[in-house]
C-alpha cells in the first residue's frame, strides 16, 4: 500500500481544512488508517485513526470535538476534517496503515505516506 497525504496550508485559528490521505492497492478497504502529527522537536503524536470499514473511529483527546476522521472505500481515500482550527495544531500531518483496525501507537504501522504541512496562525 502507498499513501499519498495532501490538503495541508495555512489557515488562521478557528478555520477548517480537510486533508485527504490517497492509498494505492486493491486491498485498501482491508486496512486501518491512522493520521498522525509531528511539530518541530517534537515526537510525532497520534491524532485519529479508523477501522477497515469505518465503523470504528477514535481520537486524541486534543482533537475530539473538532477533527472528524472519515473513509470513502470506493475511492480508496481517509479523510480528516479539521475544525477550530489552533496554533498549537500546527505541524506535519502524516497518514498511515496497517491491517483491520487502529492503534494510536505510530510503531503498529505498516505503511506511511509522506506527510503534509498544517500551519495555523494566530
Known amino acids: 500500500v502507498q499513501l499519498q497525504a495532501s490538503g495541508g496550508g495555512l489557515v488562521q485559528a478557528g478555520g477548517s481544512l480537510r486533508l485527504s490521505c490517497a492509498a494505492s492497492?486493491?486491498?485498501?478497504?482491508?486496512?486501518?488508517v491512522g493520521w498522525f502529527r509531528q511539530a518541530p522537536g517534537k515526537e510525532r503524536d497520534f491524532v485519529a485513526h479508523?477501522?477497515?470499514?469505518?465503523?470504528?473511529?477514535v481520537y486524541a483527546d486534543s482533537v475530539k470535538g473538532r477533527f472528524t476522521i472519515s473513509r470513502d472505500n470506493a475511492k480508496n481515500t481517509v479523510y480528516l476534517q479539521m475544525n477550530s482550527l489552533k496554533p498549537e495544531d500546527t505541524a506535519v500531518y502524516y497518514c498511515a496503515a496497517k491491517m483491520e483496525y487502529g492503534s494510536s501507537w505510530p510503531n503498529n504501522y505498516d505503511y506511511w505516506g509522506q506527510g503534509t504541512l498544517v500551519t495555523v496562525s494566530s
Open positions: 492497492g486493491r486491498t485498501f478497504s482491508s486496512y486501518a
Open positions: 479508523i477501522s477497515w470499514g469505518g465503523a470504528s473511529t
